[in-house]
Nanobody, 127 residues
């Protein structure tokens, strides 16, 4: 298993930016796709975006609309979510997750394809 710990959340005004980090430990994660999900208040978990093991593929949910960027540093066992132009509707707990399948060239938007999850970090965007 991979242990995941998110950080970087907080309170930000609409239009602002945040950079979330996800630190991985345990089983080697450099072979695995990583996803970011979020859980808005009172709603189900939803896909935000994902990045393949080599960073060659990224895929984002429609609502991202070019505002968010996922990157990773395998040497540091880190994955990042840069969020710009934040909106109040981006308020949620943000979670990172690891796909257990090795060396996948494509990434999945389905939460059921991810096995290891962090606890999440709260992002609150005020209007």
């Amino acid at each position: 298993q991979v242990q995941l710990v998110e950080s970087g959340g907080g309170l930000v005004q609409a239009g602002g930016s945040l950079r979330l980090s996800c630190a991985a430990s345990g089983r080697t994660f450099s072979k695995n796709s990583m996803g970011w999900f979020r859980r808005p208040p009172g709603k189900e978990r939803e896909f935000v975006g994902a990045i393949s093991w080599s960073s060659g593929t990224t895929f984002y949910a429609d609502f991202v609309q070019g505002r968010f960027t996922i990157s990773r540093d395998n040497a540091k066992n880190m994955v990042y979510l840069q969020m710009n132009s934040l909106k109040p509707e981006d308020t949620a707990v943000y979670l990172c997750a690891a796909d257990p399948r090795d060396y996948m060239s494509e990434v999945s938007p389905s939460l059921y394809d991810y096995r290891d999850w962090g606890q999440g970090t709260q992002v609150t965007v005020s209007s």
